[in-house]
């Protein structure tokens, strides 16, 4: 069965702090992952894939596939990256459908 | 351009009643799909959309639900009689196209719906 797992509902960090925000998911096949983010007030919205390899708003996620993982990271967390965090997964090839975590609510810290 | 628009915002409605949500996706966007954001559980697949056929309905919880799109642009997801556990924020997006190439789903900012 494909599914996403966000085992943290809560994340709270001070500013400058290491971000994790970890992601599992259960796919048969090649997954396409994604992490969305809802900023407070506002529409949820891309952040990454896996498959463009690149940082955004200094955000990184590798995957991982051997843990079955598509953790969300950044090294020195800013206040303004206080939002909700959704992993979420292709539903198939022919299909742009996504299957979402539950979601982290991360809080940064002045 | 104007984004992924929803109507209405905010919808109260009593036990048993019909509701309807309308979905008015970004023009030129071929696919459309509605999702239902719960407390706790955060966004689940409904249906989605090519054109103006649901090749994926398997996200609607129950023959209560039912969507459709007409004109190959605006979409109304209908839920009868509805009932408390109904009460979610429900999502839609739209997308260039599907199959193949995955192309970037655009939000809405919902409509929160509230059954009392």
């Known amino acids: 069965a494909q599914r996403v797992t966000q085992p943290e509902k809560l994340l709270s960090v001070f500013k400058g702090a290491p971000v994790e925000l970890k992601c599992n998911y259960s796919y048969s096949g090649s997954p396409e992952l994604f992490w969305y983010v809802q900023y407070s007030r506002q529409r949820l919205q891309l952040l990454l894939r896996h498959i463009s390899r690149e940082s955004i708003k200094g955000f990184t996620a590798d995957l991982n596939k051997g843990e079955t993982s598509f953790h969300l990271k950044k090294p020195f967390a800013q206040e303004e990256d206080s939002a909700m965090y959704y992993c979420a997964l292709r539903g198939g090839y022919n299909t742009d459908k996504l299957i979402f975590g539950t979601g982290t609510r991360l809080q940064v810290f002045p | 351009g104007a984004g992924v628009s929803q109507s209405p915002s905010n919808k109260v409605t009593e036990k048993g009643k019909d509701v309807e949500l309308r979905c008015d996706p970004i023009?030129?966007?071929?696919?459309l799909y509605w999702y239902r954001q719960s407390l706790g559980q955060g966004l689940e697949f409904l249906i989605y959309?090519?054109?103006?056929?649901?090749?994926?309905k398997s996200g609607l919880p129950s023959d209560r639900f039912s969507a459709e799109r007409t004109g190959g642009s605006v979409s109304t997801l209908t839920i009868q009689r509805t009932q408390q556990e109904d009460s979610a924020v429900y999502l839609c997006?739209?997308?260039?196209?599907?199959?193949?190439?995955?192309?970037?789903?655009?939000f809405g900012p919902g409509t929160r719906l509230t059954v009392t």
């Open positions: 959309f090519q054109g103006n056929s649901a090749p994926d």
């Open positions: 023009s030129g966007h071929t696919a």
């Open positions: 997006a739209s997308s260039l196209r599907t199959s193949g190439q995955y192309y970037e789903q655009y």
